[in-house]
RNA sequence: GGCGCAUUCGUCUAGCGGCCAAGGACGCCGCCCUCUCAAGGCGGAGAUCACGGGUUCGAAUCCCGUAUGCGCUACCA
C-alpha cells in the first residue's frame, strides 16, 4: 500500500474513554502495520466545549498506551500546526475560495431564526432542516445587510439533486441522495470552522490517506466527499469502525459513565492487557486467538478483519484479562508496577498510613510471587499483602474456624510455638516439614490446623498458602502473632 | 419523521455456498487438583444463525421485504 498517513484526531472536550481511544488504536495499528505515519490533530474548533487539561489527558492516555504517535502535538511535523486553533486562517481561507467559486454562501440567519424554523418545521412534520433562505440573496441584500452589521455563517451549497456514493473500506458502497443532505455550515460566527470543514482541510493538508473514524461519521461522509470535489482535491479512503457501544447498546457516552482511559491505568490495568482487549472489540485474528502482544497485533493487523456491529465493552473479560497479564510478568516487574498502588495514599486505595513509606523492596519481592495469580488488577494488592505489613485486628472465633475446639487450638497454637522456634531453617519446604506432621501428632485434620495458623499468621481466613506465608513474613513475625492469638483465645 | 448502518450463545467473536444439526473466549455450573483463596485441568448448560420470502442440488453465508437496534439529522465533534 502506497504511503500510509493516518490521523487520530480527539476533541479535547474531556477525557478519552475507551471508545475514543480503541479509535486511536486502530489507527496506530494501521500506521505500524504498513511502516505509514500516525498523526495526532487536535480538533479544539468548538471553543465552548473546551474542557481544560483535556488535551493533556488525551496524550497521556496516548502515551500510557504506548501508542506514540509521528506527527503531533509535542513533536511538531511538516505539516503543523496539529492544532486546529492554530490553524485558522487556512479554513477561512479556504472558505473564502469556495464563497467566490460558487460553492459556498454567507448565510445571515440567527441562531433563533433557525430554532424557530426548526419548531415550526416540526410542528408540520417536516424533517428539521436549514431552508436555505440566504442562498440566493442578492448581491444588495447581502451588502445591506452587512452593513447592518449582521453576524453570518458560511455555509456549504450542497447539490440540491443527485447522489454521492462512496466506498467505505468496512462497509463496502455506500449511496446518499443529495437531496437529503442540507446546507450545513462550514464557518461558524465565531470565525472557527465546523468539524467538517477543518477535517477535510487538514486531512488534506496533512495527505492523510486513510480516514479512520467511528461509524457515527458514516452519514457525515458525503458531506465531506462533497466538499473535497468542490474543493477540487482527491479524498482520502473512509473506513468506518464499529462503535463501542453501553451496556444498554447505546453510544458510549458520559451517561454510562464513560469511562476515561486513565481511571482504567488508576483501577490497575495494564497497558498491554488494555491494547489487546480493545483491539479484539471490532477486529480478531481467527476462531481462537485472543491473546496477541502489541508486536503480533501489528504485525497481523488489517482492516480485512474488522468486523461491522458495535460491541459492548465487557468489564469482566478485560478482568480476566489482565490477569493473564498479570501472571505473565516477571515476579520483579510486577513488583515495580505494584509499587505505586501499594505507596500511594489509603485514601486512593494505597496500604494504611499505619504502614510505612517507602516499603522494603526486598520484602515485597519476597510477597509478589505469593499475590501474583491471584491478582486481577494492580488495585487489588494493598487488600491482598496488607497482613504482611500490619497486625490486623479479628474475631477469636475464627481462629477455631469450623469445628475447632477453644482448647483444641489453643494446644495447636502452643505446639506451633514450639516447634517454629527450634526450626533452623525457616522456610516454606522446612515449615511443611514439621507442621504437617504436628497436625497428625494433635489429632488435627490438616486443613483444621493449617486453617488455624493462617488466621493466627495473617488474621485471615482467606490468604496465600500457609507455608510460603509463613516464610515471607518471618520467624520473628510469626511468632509474635501466634502469640498474640494464644491470648486472644483467652486463659486455658 | 427522513436518511444511513447493522442484526450468530448473556457478552466479545469465528464463519466470506457444502468441512456447521454453528467453533473459540469471558462469565456461569459441576468435577479434579488442593491447607483457604486463586491459578490450572476436565466436563456442562447456553445461538431454531432477528423474522418472512426467494435464488441454489445445497444458505448462518447470495437477493428482496419486514422487524428491531443504533447512528446522523446543531453556528458539537
Redesign the pocket.
Known amino acids: 500500500m502506497a504511503l500510509v498517513r493516518v490521523r487520530y484526531?480527539?476533541?479535547p472536550?474531556g477525557a478519552p474513554h475507551v471508545g475514543n481511544i480503541r479509535t486511536a488504536l486502530f489507527n496506530w495499528l494501521f500506521a505500524r502495520h504498513h511502516g505509514g505515519s500516525f498523526i495526532v490533530r487536535i480538533?479544539d474548533?468548538?471553543q465552548?466545549?473546551l474542557v481544560p487539561g483535556a488535551l493533556e489527558a488525551i496524550l497521556e492516555g496516548l502515551r500510557w498506551l504506548g501508542l506514540d504517535w509521528d506527527e503531533g502535538p509535542e513533536v511538531g511535523g511538516p505539516y503543523g500546526p496539529y492544532i486546529q486553533s492554530e490553524r485558522q486562517g487556512l479554513y477561512r481561507q479556504e472558505a473564502e475560495r469556495l464563497v467566490a467559486q460558487g460553492h459556498a454562501y454567507r448565510c445571515y440567519?440567527?441562531?433563533q431564526t433557525?430554532a424557530q424554523m426548526?419548531e415550526e418545521q416540526a410542528r408540520r412534520?417536516e424533517?428539521?432542516?436549514?431552508d436555505r433562505r440566504c442562498r440566493e440573496l442578492s448581491a444588495g441584500e447581502r451588502a445591506r445587510r452587512e452593513a447592518a452589521g449582521e453576524?453570518?455563517?458560511v455555509r456549504f451549497q450542497t447539490p440540491l439533486a443527485g447522489q454521492t456514493p462512496f466506498d467505505d473500506l468496512i462497509?463496502?458502497q455506500?449511496?446518499?441522495?443529495n437531496a437529503?443532505l442540507?446546507d450545513?455550515?462550514l464557518l461558524?460566527?465565531?470565525g472557527?470552522?465546523?468539524?467538517?470543514l477543518?477535517n477535510v482541510v487538514d486531512d488534506h493538508a496533512m495527505r492523510i490517506s486513510h480516514v479512520m473514524r467511528a461509524?457515527?461519521?458514516?452519514?457525515?461522509t458525503p458531506r465531506h466527499v462533497l466538499l473535497y470535489a468542490a474543493l477540487g482535491w482527491e479524498p482520502p479512503q473512509f473506513a468506518h469502525l464499529?462503535?463501542i457501544?453501553g451496556p444498554?447498546?447505546?453510544?458510549l457516552s458520559k451517561r454510562h459513565g464513560a469511562t476515561s482511559i486513565l481511571e482504567y491505568r488508576d483501577k490497575g490495568y495494564l497497558p498491554e492487557a488494555m491494547t489487546n482487549f480493545m483491539a479484539?472489540?471490532?477486529?480478531?485474528l481467527?476462531?481462537?486467538t485472543?491473546l496477541l502482544d502489541r508486536e503480533e497485533l501489528t504485525r497481523h493487523f488489517s482492516l480485512?478483519?474488522i468486523?461491522?456491529?458495535?460491541?459492548?465493552f465487557?468489564l469482566?473479560?478485560l478482568?480476566?484479562?489482565n490477569?493473564?497479564y498479570i501472571?505473565k510478568l516477571p515476579p520483579a516487574e510486577l513488583a515495580q508496577r505494584l509499587l505505586p498502588f501499594l505507596e500511594r495514599p489509603e485514601q486512593e486505595g494505597g496500604l494504611p498510613e499505619a504502614v510505612a513509606r517507602p516499603l522494603d523492596r526486598a520484602y515485597l519481592g519476597r510477597i509478589v510471587p505469593l499475590i501474583q495469580?491471584?491478582l486481577k488488577t494492580l488495585a487489588e494488592a494493598p487488600a491482598l499483602v496488607d497482613f504482611f505489613f500490619l497486625n490486623l485486628p479479628y474475631e477469636p472465633s475464627l481462629l477455631l474456624g469450623k469445628r475447632l475446639s477453644p482448647e483444641a487450638a489453643r494446644a495447636g497454637l502452643e505446639r506451633a510455638q514450639v516447634v517454629l522456634k527450634g526450626l533452623v531453617a525457616f522456610e516454606a519446604e522446612a515449615l511443611?516439614g514439621v507442621l504437617r506432621p504436628l497436625a497428625e501428632t494433635l489429632g488435627l485434620k490438616?486443613?483444621d490446623f493449617?486453617?488455624l495458623l493462617?488466621v493466627a499468621v495473617t488474621g485471615r481466613?482467606?490468604?496465600?498458602?500457609?507455608?510460603?506465608t509463613m516464610a515471607a513474613l518471618g520467624r520473628a513475625r510469626c511468632r509474635e502473632r501466634l502469640e498474640a492469638a494464644i491470648k486472644k483465645l483467652g486463659p486455658a
Open positions: 484526531a480527539p476533541s472536550t480538533e474548533t468548538d465552548e466545549r440567519c440567527s441562531p433557525l426548526r412534520q424533517p428539521p432542516r436549514y453576524r453570518w455563517v462497509r463496502g455506500v449511496v446518499f441522495d437529503t442540507d450545513f455550515v461558524k460566527s465565531d472557527y470552522p465546523t468539524y467538517h477543518a461509524d457515527e461519521w458514516l452519514a457525515s464499529p462503535m457501544l444498554d447498546r447505546a453510544k479484539l472489540l471490532g477486529w480478531s481467527d476462531d481462537k485472543e480485512e478483519r468486523g461491522k456491529t458495535g460491541a459492548i465487557n469482566e473479560k478482568d480476566w484479562m490477569g493473564v501472571r495469580e491471584r511443611e490438616a486443613g493449617f486453617g493462617r481466613a482467606v490468604a496465600p498458602p500457609l507455608f510460603q
